[in-house]
């Protein structure tokens, strides 16, 4: 079973079909569980305090805005957890988490800058395209399985 | 600074997402609920929150995978159900992931039929599927159309 | 407080993964006022974006912007729009403002917008949400253009304490000096205001106060309104100025921060309030003034004497750095007069970078508050914004003015009671 980054990070589609298929998927639930599980200092709603965004520093400069900072936090360590990737090109409909382009360009980046299999797609937008993505999807974690 | 002090510490929670025309959101909440043994299970209208511990989760979801395997669909969440830092009564309006779920749902239907196709599918032909072109040019968003339409 | 939260939009981009969600719902709570999220759907959001025309591509932003459109279409409701982002993104900047630019054009709601980072606390956001809500919550109040009666107001700023007494629309008393103890400087402020006035505090029919110290001063003398200086300045600038009816800009370059607030009818719409350094302040002013020996009320005199003092290197974006500046004109053989101009250059060009970006300026633009004196800033200010900017008399006493503008709403008030 092989970490493998979603990006979107907050994909329903990603999450499911990496999990199906047998492998982990790393996603922005993962963090925020982490931080809604730990004690600590009050700051709902997804209890991220300004100390995230001082930690966002190891991936994004002090000149980056904060709010990219506060989501690199969320991100980078699990992109350092992170052993495969399947990205989806231009998810311009993902909020939240997925909300900030140029977050989104940096992560893309440092998932295409690490060492792994990738497989990057877009989104289907038929029955057909559907065959192709999901069979794509699934031939790419097969292989994963035969790496590992 | 207030202290906070975490509930459901060790728990995972997942949704659990239905399109089907044969399966409701109902139906997969009945059956979480029969083979829950204590594990809290919420009713949404997209299917259902389980939480509790990885197996308990797990156990859930492969039995409720079984009722309609193309058409559920399950994601991880940070927040246990009903939490008030999160739920649309408190915030105004509904959480920003929330409309990422809406616009993925639009697209389950392609997913759902791709899952189908290719489960009857040999190795080989899985691998030429795989090395299919998504050439399509990506249709006009059917929203927007329908806003067009209203303007002329 | 029993009166119901007045309800806030909230239409930002960043606050939660900057960890400051918490100081916007806490500051709005604190005002009597409640922040909520206007509930779009998908297809308002991918609806709003090619209607609004603004190619973004953060989805926040998006989202952002369907938001402020299903609340100026009347699809939500909201008594005051809180507009936020990220300081230093560019993107969302743009959005920021193009968003504030149409809601002020096309609706009546108050919106305040801002640009925040992680070491935004709810304290500075405080006197922001309160101003917003007051306009909200208080449009009858804020609606009065003529003063009756008779009614002081007392405005306890960071430097200096002013009190002015209005009867029958007419300012009959002031007083005026610099804040040492902020209950004793109100109390001398008010006594001179009675002698120049020729009453009694018991012939005072209603009270107001506003400024840095109006809560301790406002429960002293038992006020009936207490009030921040955001709504209050503004108002008082517009009846000063006669500009009741219509746009205006009021500028109020202050001892320890500067406003802005674009006013429409005599209430306000947008504001922005602050400064990163007191470098853009009245403060250095006052140490410009002491620097080159002069009294900070002949600074003005003097930098007049000078064209604009424009080739004088001058930086004054930092207190420490402009102070340096100073000394360094000074040495390089600049006359007094160019120094004490490019100073006055120097604030206004940081007020207008830092600050002018976040509202519209119209015509008039008045200029109050102790600073509004010095002719050379009122000069500068003017040259930047290329207009004739408006310094009305009893400039200085703005705060004050407003307060006992306002102030008269409550002597019906306590006639029925």
């Known amino acids: 079973m092989a970490k493998v980054f979603i990006y979107p990070a907050t994909s329903l589609i990603l999450s499911d079909l990496v999990a199906r298929f047998g492998h982990q998927p790393l996603g922005s639930a993962i963090s925020i569980r982490e931080h809604i599980q730990t004690p600590g200092f009050d700051s709902p709603p997804i209890q991220m305090t300004p100390d995230d965004p001082q930690k966002g520093l190891k991936w994004a400069a002090v000149e980056v805005p904060s709010g990219i900072r506060g989501r690199m936090s969320l991100y980078g360590p699990l992109v350092e957890e992170a052993e495969a990737a399947i990205i989806i090109d231009e998810p311009d409909l993902a909020f939240g988490c997925m909300g900030c382009a140029r977050t989104n360009e940096l992560l893309a980046f440092m998932l295409r800058e690490k060492e792994i299999p990738r497989l990057e797609l877009r989104y289907p937008a038929s029955k057909e395209e559907g065959v192709t993505f999901v069979a794509a999807i699934k031939e790419f974690l097969k292989n994963l399985e035969v790496q590992q | ?152 | 407080m029993s009166e119901q939260p007045v309800r806030i939009a909230q239409i930002t981009c960043g606050a939660e993964y900057s960890g400051i969600q918490n100081e916007i719902t806490t500051a709005a709570e604190t005002v009597g006022s409640k922040m909520f999220y206007p509930d779009v759907a998908l297809k308002d959001v991918k609806c709003a974006y090619k209607d609004f025309g603004l190619p973004v591509k953060s989805p926040d932003l998006k989202l952002a912007i369907s938001r402020a459109q299903a609340i100026v279409e009347g699809r939500i409701e909201a008594d005051g729009i809180f507009i936020a982002s990220c300081f230093r993104c560019a993107e969302a900047a743009i959005v920021r403002n193009e968003l504030r630019r149409y809601i002020v054009e096309n609706s009546r709601i108050p919106v305040v917008s801002y640009s925040f980072n992680e070491r935004t606390g709810a304290s500075t956001l405080l006197t922001r949400l309160e101003a917003l809500t007051t306009i909200a919550r208080r449009r009858s109040l804020m609606a009065r253009e003529v003063q009756v009666g008779t009614t002081m107001g007392v405005d306890s700023g960071s430097s200096t304490t002013k009190c002015i007494i209005m009867q029958d629309n007419e300012i009959i008393g002031t007083g005026w000096r610099p804040t040492t103890e902020v209950l004793k400087s109100a109390d001398e402020v008010i006594a001179l205001a009675l002698e120049e006035s020729g009453l009694k505090m018991s012939d005072i029919e209603a009270t107001a106060t506003t400024g840095y110290g109006r809560f301790l001063v406002g429960k002293h003398m038992n006020a009936d309104l207490v009030q921040e200086e955001l709504t209050v300045n503004s108002k008082g600038a517009v009846y000063l100025a006669n500009a009741q009816k219509g746009f205006a800009t009021v500028i109020d370059i202050g001892g320890m921060d500067n406003k802005a607030i674009s006013v429409n009818d005599g209430i306000p719409g947008s504001f922005t309030m602050g400064g990163i350094c007191a470098g853009a302040s009245g403060r250095f002013l006052e140490m410009t003034a002491k620097r080159l020996d002069v009294d900070i009320t002949e600074l003005g005199a003097l930098s007049m004497k000078s064209e604009g003092g424009e080739d004088v290197p001058m930086n004054s974006y930092c207190i420490v750095f402009g102070t340096q500046s100073l000394v360094n004109a000074l040495a390089a053989g600049y006359k007094r007069e160019d120094v004490a101009a490019a100073a006055c250059h120097s604030v206004a060009q940081q007020v207008y970078e830092q600050q002018l970006q976040e509202v519209d300026i119209k015509e008039p633009v008045i200029m109050v508050g102790g600073s509004s004196l010095i002719q050379g800033l009122v000069r500068a200010m003017g040259r930047m914004l290329n207009t004739e900017v408006v310094v009305p008399h009893h400039s200085q006493y703005i705060g004050a003015t407003g307060g006992a503008l306002l102030a008269s709403g409550f002597i019906d008030k306590k006639k029925e009671a």
Request: hydrophobic share 35%; with cysteine.
């Open chain 2, 1 to 152: 600074m207030k202290p906070y002090v975490p509930q459901y510490v060790g728990t995972i929670t997942k949704y659990v997402f239905v399109d089907s025309p044969d399966t409701t959101p109902q139906d997969i909440a009945t059956a979480a609920y029969e083979i829950a043994q204590g594990v809290m299970i919420k009713e949404t209208c997209f299917g259902c929150q389980i939480t509790g511990s990885p197996e308990d989760v797990e156990r859930i979801i492969a039995h409720l995978r079984k009722l309609d395997p193309y058409r559920i669909y399950v994601k991880d969440r940070g927040f246990p159900p009903g939490d008030a830092r999160r739920c649309r009564a408190d915030l105004g309006g509904a959480r920003p992931g929330y409309l990422g779920h809406e616009y993925e749902m639009g697209l389950v239907r392609y997913i759902a039929y791709g899952l189908q196709e290719t489960d009857r599918m040999t190795p080989e032909e899985l691998k030429a599927a795989a090395g299919q072109e998504m050439s399509m040019p990506k249709a006009l968003d059917i929203d927007i159309l329908e806003s067009l339409m209203k303007e002329e």
